[in-house]
């Protein structure tokens, strides 16, 4: 949705294998999260970034890992320990105290 | 965790009756969010309500918070086809943007 952008739309994840998920922003907002979506659940936190350089856990970072080099780009990697991987993952931004804007999410599936 | 609970879990009307979602959450928040999602896509934020409001509207949605009774409302009027999506309530407990959301209630309107 316009101003984020999660690629890919569909990922297929091999076993024992890290891949990882984009998450771009061009209206610079601060802060950037990763949610995960079981099928007719809500949305669980991942893991939080408020600044460059720096972020958080959230209820359920096992098994992923972020990085926050620049303000445009949050990228969620889905490791191998991560055993139960395959849900729809959210990226959502947000600036100050200002409600937070969703991408359009990447499915991931196990081959 | 799932801070918040929905009820009902699914809800079907005809177009151009009302509908009544609810939330109920279990520790104090510093606001509560209602999000709606179309199937496959990411979330769109309707409202936020305040802890120290209790009634909010915004065009065709009117949304209430009990604190007391840690609960809130989402009620669409006049519905339209359009409104076909699942609706989710998040609390923000901290004011800092780090949301719970509750698994929320799919709703279907028939024409």
């Known amino acids: 949705d316009g101003g984020i952008t999660q690629s890919p739309k569909y990922l297929f994840r091999k076993e024992g294998q890290n891949v990882t998920l984009s998450c771009e922003q061009n209206?610079?907002?601060?802060?950037m999260y990763w949610y995960r979506q079981d099928p007719g659940q809500g949305l669980r936190l991942i893991y939080y970034s408020q600044i460059v350089n720096d972020f958080q856990k959230g209820d359920i970072a096992e098994g992923y890992s972020v990085s926050r080099e620049k303000k445009e780009s949050f990228p969620l990697t889905v490791t191998s320990a991560q055993k139960n991987p395959t849900a729809f993952y959210l990226c959502a931004i947000s600036r100050g105290n200002q409600p937070q804007h969703f991408g359009d999410g990447t499915r991931l599936s196990i081959l | 965790s799932q801070q918040g609970e929905e009820d009902p879990q699914a809800l079907s009307i005809q177009e151009g009756e009302n509908a009544t979602m609810n939330c109920s959450y279990k520790t104090s928040i510093n606001n509560l969010q209602w999000y709606r999602q179309n199937s496959g896509r990411g979330l769109v934020h309707l409202i936020l309500?305040?802890?120290?409001?209790r009634e909010k509207h915004s065009g065709r949605l009117r949304v209430t918070l009990d604190t007391s009774k840690k609960s809130s409302s989402l009620l669409i009027t006049a519905s339209r086809a359009a409104d076909t999506a699942s609706y989710f309530c998040?609390?923000?407990?901290?004011?800092?943007?780090?949301?719970?959301f509750g698994q929320g209630t799919r709703l279907t309107i028939n024409p």
């Open positions: 209206l610079n907002h601060d802060a």
């Open positions: 998040a609390t923000d407990q901290q004011g800092a943007q780090k949301l719970v």
């Open positions: 309500i305040r802890s120290n409001e």
